[in-house]
């Protein structure tokens, strides 16, 4: 985790690199540091936000062109200042930023205390810049060389930025496992960030280094590229195609709230050229190759984490309805520590919004080994989950930048619709009519979310009458059951209320003995579906007083009848019920939070994209 940015040019470093920390921040932002470049390495850190470290560092000599700067998520060491980044070498000459983990830190660091090196820190990061140093000393090497020899000694994953007071006029990065990207300027100026966010602003030419890539920047020079075992590469630069605006918060709250209103568009975005109801057809050019292969599959496997992982839910239903292909859902955590059984006549879809999720990425190698074919299913473009599978399909939802995933989701759903529509089609096994019915309903969704997103003064009606409660059960059947997975997740991410999701009838195996009039049920009851059985479970609640927030279909009187507060949803196909029924569970969780005091943007403990084990 962590988000790391550097900067080389003739610009002031310093605003750069701050502007730069504050588009990382949703990375991690438990510490943040600076270091600057000049005669010496003028270094400031500080425990907590990056507006923290603009207070610490007010009326310090920040001057500089060349810098680089850390927002972290701890791994190694509680957050404090100490363990934040940038960190020194002994001698204070080298500093360096890192988002990653070194898994053999410790016999390294052994190696250099037996040496005589001194650690400041509990960090990892700390003993890779002392191996630098060491490595230095030892062969009298460049700082470019010195970084190579000590990357080739490291088990595990980095992206890190190096400055040393020896070579004052460069800033030597590489990256394997987890992301970086370096932005050319028009001046001859370099900059660079574990993601285009930081950078868009300055320059749309971008490189993004690939795995065991190191590259040496100096202002007006080419940048120069290696690998770390020493093979000179061509860096083959990309147009970044991302818009400024995309990464504000234009005029909302907080960026949550920005996306989850964002999603009518999203939505449209990631439909747009591959559908069409006019032609009666879908189309998707990114797997377009693989389909005979997709077809021939004996099952398909998802795996993804967190919210993705409940996208892969409602995968499996939507590709099992359509297709009647069988599919196995998994953690990527999971999957790769239990010799799963794959072979080459398996397709894994790993499903992730930053692309960057590190027990996804790792689940896909695993697969990968095996000889499965790989799919992905991504929102950001180039990232090194899209790079690691075999084809995919981008999910187009724009950034997303509150950490809590909301437009990310629907696009996944969204494009896992897709697919399973192309799939049935290809293999007859959806009726005609139900193929167009489901293509017209799918374009006319995102008039539907539109239509969704005006209830929200009831929602925020219903979150101040809830806001204090400590539990809260979430239900759905089908289909929606990932649905209730999903709402209660967003609601423990960001208002720190537990919250558990249900198949609704397993309520009365367990969770039914929660009840009282204490507990707040959302139940997911739409008229599409197991309908009279949700209405049955609602009667069981109403029996032990629990209040019962209900998401119906519009118009609906039976549950309105029977439930404390009910939020209607325009009717749809039962399919594509959950691309509908999220959204007030997001604008519920979204409130709640707000109404709480809590920090919806960056909760407590949670970091966006998860590149650490
Ligand atoms: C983190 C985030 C979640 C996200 C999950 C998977 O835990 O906090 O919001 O759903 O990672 O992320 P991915 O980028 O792979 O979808």
């Given at each position: 985790?962590c988000?790391?940015?550097?900067?080389?040019?003739?610009?002031?470093?310093?605003?750069?690199?701050?502007?730069?920390?504050?588009?990382?921040?949703?990375?991690?932002?438990?510490?943040?540091?600076?270091?600057?470049?000049?005669?010496?390495?003028?270094?400031?850190?500080?425990?907590?936000?990056?507006?923290?470290?603009?207070?610490?560092?007010?009326?310090k000599?920040?001057?500089?062109?060349?810098?680089?700067?850390?927002?972290?998520?701890?791994?190694?060491?509680?957050?404090?200042?100490?363990?934040?980044?940038?960190?020194?070498?002994?001698?204070?000459?080298?500093?360096?930023?890192?988002?990653?983990?070194?898994?053999?830190?410790?016999?390294?660091?052994?190696?250099?205390?037996?040496?005589?090196?001194?650690?400041?820190?509990?960090?990892?990061?700390?003993?890779?810049?002392?191996?630098?140093?060491?490595?230095?000393?030892?062969?009298?090497?460049?700082?470019?060389?010195?970084?190579?020899i000590?990357l080739?000694?490291?088990?595990?994953?980095?992206?890190?930025?190096?400055?040393?007071?020896?070579?004052?006029?460069?800033?030597?990065?590489?990256?394997?496992?987890?992301?970086?990207?370096?932005g050319?300027?028009?001046?001859?100026?370099?900059?660079?960030?574990?993601?285009?966010?930081?950078?868009?602003?300055?320059?749309?030419?971008?490189?993004?280094?690939?795995?065991?890539?190191?590259?040496?920047?100096?202002?007006?020079?080419?940048?120069?590229?290696?690998?770390?075992?020493?093979?000179?590469?061509?860096?083959?630069?990309?147009?970044?195609?991302?818009?400024?605006?995309?990464?504000?918060?234009?005029?909302?709250?907080?960026?949550?709230?920005?996306?989850?209103?964002?999603?009518?568009?999203?939505?449209?975005?990631?439909m747009?050229?591959r559908?069409?109801?006019?032609d009666?057809?879908?189309?998707?050019g990114?797997?377009?190759?693989y389909?005979?292969?997709?077809?021939?599959?004996?099952?398909?496997?998802m795996?993804?984490?967190?919210?993705?992982?409940?996208?892969?839910l409602?995968?499996?239903?939507?590709?099992?309805?359509?297709?009647?292909?069988?599919?196995?859902?998994?953690?990527?955590?999971?999957?790769?520590?239990?010799?799963?059984?794959?072979?080459?006549?398996?397709?894994?879809?790993?499903?992730?919004?930053?692309?960057?999720?590190?027990?996804?990425?790792?689940?896909?190698?695993?697969?990968?080994?095996?000889?499965?074919?790989?799919?992905?299913?991504?929102?950001?473009?180039?990232?090194?989950?899209?790079?690691?599978?075999?084809?995919?399909?981008?999910?187009?939802?724009?950034?997303?930048?509150?950490?809590?995933?909301?437009?990310?989701?629907?696009?996944?759903?969204?494009?896992?619709?897709?697919?399973?529509?192309?799939?049935?089609?290809?293999?007859?096994?959806?009726?005609?009519?139900?193929?167009?019915?489901?293509?017209?309903?799918?374009?006319?969704?995102?008039?539907?979310?539109?239509?969704?997103?005006?209830?929200?003064?009831?929602?925020?009606?219903?979150?101040?009458?809830f806001?204090?409660?400590?539990?809260?059960?979430?239900?759905?059947?089908?289909?929606?059951?990932?649905?209730?997975?999903?709402?209660?997740?967003?609601?423990?991410?960001?208002?720190?209320?537990?919250?558990?999701?249900?198949?609704?009838?397993?309520?009365?195996h367990?969770?039914?003995?929660?009840?009282?009039?204490?507990?707040?049920?959302?139940?997911?009851?739409?008229?599409?579906?197991?309908?009279?059985?949700?209405?049955?479970?609602?009667?069981?609640i109403?029996?032990?007083?629990?209040?019962?927030?209900?998401?119906?279909?519009?118009?609906?009187?039976?549950?309105?009848?029977?439930?404390?507060?009910?939020?209607?949803?325009?009717?749809?196909?039962?399919?594509?019920?959950?691309?509908?029924?999220?959204?007030?569970?997001?604008?519920?969780?979204?409130?709640?939070?707000?109404?709480?005091?809590?920090n919806?943007?960056?909760?407590?403990?949670?970091?966006?994209?998860?590149?650490?084990?």
């Amino acid at each position: 985790m962590c988000g790391i940015v550097a900067y080389i040019g003739h610009k002031e470093a310093y605003p750069i690199l701050i502007k730069g920390l504050q588009r990382l921040e949703y990375r991690g932002y438990d510490s943040a540091g600076v270091a600057l470049l000049n005669e010496k390495i003028n270094l400031f850190k500080t425990k907590g936000k990056v507006s923290e470290l603009v207070s610490h560092t007010a009326h310090k000599d920040t001057q500089g062109t060349i810098g680089i700067a850390h927002t972290r998520w701890a791994t190694h060491g509680e957050p404090n200042s100490t363990n934040a980044h940038p960190h020194f070498s002994e001698s204070e000459n080298i500093a360096i930023i890192h988002n990653g983990i070194i898994e053999n830190y410790e016999s390294i660091r052994e190696f250099l205390l037996q040496k005589g090196y001194k650690f400041r820190s509990e960090t990892d990061t700390e003993v890779l810049v002392q191996l630098i140093e060491d490595v230095k000393k030892e062969g009298n090497y460049s700082l470019f060389e010195s970084v190579r020899i000590a990357l080739n000694q490291v088990v595990g994953a980095y992206a890190i930025a190096v400055i040393s007071t020896d070579e004052p006029d460069k800033v030597v990065v590489a990256r394997k496992g987890s992301p970086l990207v370096v932005g050319i300027g028009s001046e001859g100026d370099f900059y660079v960030a574990s993601d285009a966010a930081p950078i868009v602003e300055y320059t749309k030419s971008v490189y993004y280094l690939d795995d065991e890539d190191i590259a040496c920047l100096k202002a007006n020079e080419k940048l120069h590229l290696k690998t770390i075992k020493n093979e000179v590469k061509d860096p083959l630069t990309e147009e970044l195609d991302l818009n400024i605006d995309a990464l504000e918060k234009g005029g909302f709250e907080h960026f949550m709230l920005k996306e989850i209103h964002e999603q009518p568009d999203s939505i449209l975005d990631s439909m747009r050229g591959r559908i069409s109801a006019k032609d009666n057809t879908v189309k998707l050019g990114g797997v377009e190759d693989y389909e005979k292969h997709i077809l021939d599959a004996h099952r398909i496997i998802m795996v993804a984490c967190g919210t993705s992982w409940h996208a892969g839910l409602v995968g499996e239903y939507l590709f099992e309805e359509l297709a009647r292909i069988p599919v196995e859902v998994e953690y990527g955590s999971e999957f790769r520590y239990r010799n799963p059984i794959i072979t080459n006549d398996d397709v894994v879809i790993a499903i992730s919004q930053s692309g960057e999720t590190a027990d996804t990425l790792a689940a896909i190698d695993l697969a990968k080994r095996k000889g499965a074919l790989l799919l992905g299913i991504c929102n950001v473009v180039g990232s090194s989950i899209a790079r690691a599978t075999h084809a995919g399909v981008y999910t187009h939802a724009g950034p997303e930048i509150g950490v809590a995933s909301t437009k990310a989701f629907t696009a996944q759903v969204t494009v896992l619709t897709l697919i399973a529509l192309r799939l049935g089609f290809l293999k007859k096994t959806i009726e005609e009519p139900v193929y167009h019915s489901l293509i017209k309903e799918l374009e006319d969704i995102p008039n539907k979310v539109e239509e969704v997103l005006k209830t929200e003064k009831l929602i925020k009606e219903i979150a101040a009458k809830f806001k204090d409660a400590r539990n809260f059960l979430y239900l759905g059947r089908g289909i929606n059951f990932p649905v209730a997975l999903e709402g209660a997740l967003k609601l423990k991410e960001i208002s720190y209320i537990h919250a558990e999701g249900y198949p609704a009838a397993e309520m009365k195996h367990g969770p039914i003995a929660l009840i009282d009039e204490n507990m707040p049920i959302v139940v997911i009851a739409t008229k599409e579906g197991n309908y009279e059985k949700i209405v049955s479970n609602i009667q069981e609640i109403k029996a032990r007083k629990g209040a019962v927030i209900a998401v119906v279909s519009k118009g609906d009187t039976t549950v309105a009848a029977m439930a404390d507060y009910v939020i209607e949803i325009p009717k749809t196909e039962e399919l594509l019920v959950p691309l509908l029924a999220t959204i007030p569970l997001q604008l519920l969780s979204y409130h709640i939070a707000v109404m709480r005091g809590c920090n919806v943007d960056m909760p407590r403990n949670l970091a966006k994209s998860v590149t650490v084990e």
